[in-house]
């Protein structure tokens, strides 16, 4: 698949054309040019840290939208083994805007549960672009007592712009669902390590982020409020969304010196979308550590210890002058 380009990429895009026309030139003559598509190839890759090691948060934003980027199922599918997925909530619908099941990490049985987007247009009707409704959550729900009835370890992957806000959803109990959520989570007998992959919104991320553990990817964002939404409120227009997105302070390195979350997992060089793969075995190298974490800990040591974490947030010293 071709790389898309984001805004800020152009100069990259420019440097990656040129590189295809020299490759297709090389194969359709005998002219060697070789040593100068290397040279491009050692130009794009300094243009991109260069392009990467400044991004602002905004930027950051819309690499976390990327089009391209890894969704839940593709790491599902490179990391996991023996994957079975499990369907509806038993009492209205089965939302596939949230998908989970059962599946292996090395061995290991355990539940992996997380928000899915689509690619074309269809599949995002279909996924609701990854924004869940009620039925959602509350499959979401069933998966986790079902994880901790058979004491597995249960993995979440986050990557919504919220919960779906329509009058349906509204209708069939959002807010209960999510809060009922969170309640839930806290108290689950079995570890919990969450992974925000590329968006983490609002209520509609926390919902199956409370956890014993939390990963965050190098370029994905996590904040109370998408930067438009929070543009449209404050300035009432969304064209400030820049300005909102560095308030929000929603990037993995201002979260992880907040202790919002507790690793940052590196990324390919632009972003995971330019190397699902390799972001994929890095991934998997720091959940197989997570969980290790966990080993052999008993339910009210699991309690405890994530009921310590989230009452961490917040936490200040004030000093007193001489």
């Not at 976390?64 to 790491?75: E, G, I, N, V, W």
């Not at 919504?160 to 509204?170: C, F, Q, V």
């Not at 939390?214 to 404050?234: K, R």
């Not at 974490?309 to 936490?315: A, C, D, E, I, V």
């Amino acid at each position: 698949m071709k790389t898309s380009f984001l805004d800020f990429e152009q100069p990259i895009s420019e440097l990656d054309t040129k590189i295809n026309e020299l490759r297709f030139v090389q194969n359709e003559s005998a002219v060697d040019i070789s040593e100068e598509i290397s040279r491009l190839q050692k130009k794009s890759e300094a243009l991109t840290k260069e392009i990467y090691a400044k991004l602002s948060p905004w930027q950051v934003s819309q690499v976390a939208r990327h089009p391209q980027r890894p969704y839940t199922l593709d790491y599902v599918q490179e990391i996991f083994t023996d994957f079975h997925e499990l369907h509806g909530d038993r009492s209205f619908a089965d939302d596939k805007a949230i998908v989970g099941g059962l599946a292996r990490l090395n061995g290991v049985s355990c539940l992996v549960l997380g928000h899915q987007k689509g690619r074309d247009t269809k599949e995002r009707g279909m996924r609701n672009f990854g924004m869940p409704r009620p039925e959602g959550y509350r499959k979401a729900l069933r998966l986790m007592r079902l994880a901790e009835k058979f004491n597995l370890p249960i993995f979440t992957f986050v990557d919504t712009p919220g919960a779906y806000p329509g009058i349906d959803a509204e209708e069939r109990g959002q807010s209960e669902a999510i809060g009922h959520n969170l309640y839930a989570m806290a108290e689950m007998k079995v570890p919990i390590i969450s992974t925000i992959i590329g968006e983490g919104g609002s209520g509609g991320a926390l919902a199956i982020a409370v956890s014993n553990l939390t990963l965050m990817l190098q370029y994905a964002t996590y904040s109370v409020i998408t930067p438009e939404g929070c543009a449209a409120i404050l300035w009432k227009t969304a064209e400030r969304a820049p300005e909102a997105a560095e308030a929000l302070g929603l990037t993995a390195h201002r979260l992880k010196a907040l202790g919002v979350v507790d690793r940052i997992v590196n990324e390919p060089l632009g972003g995971a979308h330019r190397d699902p793969k390799q972001m994929a075995v890095m991934l998997k190298r720091a959940l197989v550590d997570a969980l290790r974490q966990f080993h052999g800990m008993k339910p009210k040591e699991l309690i405890a210890q994530r009921h310590e974490r989230l009452m961490s947030y917040g936490k200040f010293k004030t000093t007193v002058p001489e």
